[in-house]
């Protein structure tokens, strides 16, 4: 049994890994990786969990399960534009990191073993982000076009909704409820950065809207929020993103908190067209009124769907219960809801064990988590998902 050997210093190797690959390929670092999450080392906990995880899960669970867990990486890589000859280029850098770190450790036995588990992973990632590009109609990779910024409007005080409309007049992809694009911003010395955010119809037909907040020393968030204007152009990828509300007519739960409202945002704009007679709760937590993006198209939407019940919660939120109250007291929840939560990730957390609590299925519990490793525990109490 190897896992134990490398599964031990991951985290190391990880660190290693990383530096050895920026200095082989810098523009990785500079234009493809997200420069906050190496910064404060969610990058290396991402990948060491990603394969600590996949590892664990090769040996104790059925190898059917393996593709779905790596679906909401695919989609990931898919929105960046990652491309299969990548996972070579990690490889030789991942295991130039291995026998650095572990030396004498490192046996013909624990390099099989590891090569086998790295292939096994690579391929099934490079397998389901190949059908993701052939989905897209597009050749694997190229996932970019531009677009351009309609309108603009402040969305509460820190954030901004951008409308965009496909610059070559080609119309845009449809999207599913709940998916995203990925937007890249060139910076003045040349480097780029891409971020995600949840697409929702916009004003007009053939339009997206991007609700956007701006985050504390972010990058590319206070760019959009306070220097983008109408008649610039973006750079955005085709909508990608595996968490999207079903075509079921089982009760919904939609839960939001933030800028997290986009995801509600999305499936109530698709009920209203496809399905408006659906029963659903729900619930979003904002700070305040102020804060709430897109609050009058949020609350027009409701109105117009005769069995949306809405629970807004205007407090303070850094966890559920910080200011001594619970946000799901007195929504009566129904136990056979399929039930979508999207927020900051210590709030999806403590939303997840009340509504376990309350006798819902973890497997009819969905989360949309942006942050490197951040599904980690939150799909189901056996499955962690990197």
Known sequence: MTLPVIGAHIGVISEVFYQKLFAAVPSLRTNLFNRSNQANRTQQQALASSV??????????????????????????????????????VRTHLFAAIVEVLGDAVTPQVAGAWNEVYTLMANSLAEQESQLYQDAGVTDGRVWRQALVAAREYDGSHSATLFLRPLDGKPFRNHRPGQYTSVRIRFADGTEQIRQYTVTHGRQSGEW?????????????????????DGDQLAVSHPFGGVVIDNDDAPLLLISAGIGVTNTMATLQHLATYNPGREMTIVHVEKSAYEHARRIEFSTLVKALPNAELFLRYTDYD?????????????????????????PVEFMRSIRLELISAGLSPASIHFEAFAPGSWLGLESEQTPVP
């Open 52 to 89: 600590a995880s996949f590892a664990t899960l090769l040996v104790t669970r059925e190898p059917s399960d393996i593709d779905a867990i790596m679906a909401r990486i695919a989609a990931k890589h898919a929105s960046l534009g990652v491309t299969a000859d990548l996972y070579e280029v």
């Open 209 to 229: 809207a991007l609700s956007i907040r701006r985050v504390r020393g972010g990058l590319v968030s206070s760019i959009l929020v306070d220097k983008v204007e």
């Open 319 to 343: 966890g559920m219960h910080d200011d001594g109250r619970n946000p799901l007291t007195r929504v009566p929840l129904p136990t056979d809801a399929h039930t979508y939560v999207c927020g």
